[in-house]
């Protein structure tokens, strides 16, 4: 199993980005997803997450600016990021608790994806 995030990037102050995250592979179903973000010299910290019936929960620093959102179709995760602040530069990663073909559970984490927000 596989997580592919895209979307990052440099945009200004108040700017927006949307992250996607894609998995592929051995899947059979996921269940939670999240997007997580890492600035430097700081601990990786719980962005969004989203689960299987589309319930989601926000870190109060992103709160009415950040929505989680996904197709589970795809096996797809994205994240919409407005009114972007210096703050939320970071990388981030996206994560997947997934239901493998094997009938296994696993924890995944996509590869980062870094956001600069910088005039």
């Known amino acids: 199993v596989q997580l592919q995030a895209s979307g990052g990037g440099l945009v200004q102050p108040g700017g927006s980005l949307k992250l996607s995250c894609a998995a592929s592979?051995?899947?059979?179903?996921?269940?939670?997803m999240g997007w997580y973000r890492q600035a430097p010299g700081k601990q990786r910290e719980l962005v969004a997450g989203?689960?299987?019936?589309?319930?989601?929960n926000y870190a109060d620093s992103v709160k009415g600016r950040f929505t989680i959102s996904r197709d589970n179709a795809k096996n797809t995760v994205y994240l919409q990021m407005n009114s972007l602040k210096p703050e939320d530069t970071a990388v981030y990663y996206c994560?997947?608790?997934?239901?493998?073909?094997?009938?296994?559970?696993?924890?995944?984490w996509g590869q980062g994806t870094l956001v600069t927000v910088s005039s």
């Open positions: 592979g051995a899947v059979f179903e996921i269940n939670d």
């Open positions: 989203i689960t299987s019936g589309g319930s989601t």
């Open positions: 994560n997947a608790a997934v239901l493998r073909t094997d009938w296994r559970r696993a924890n995944y």
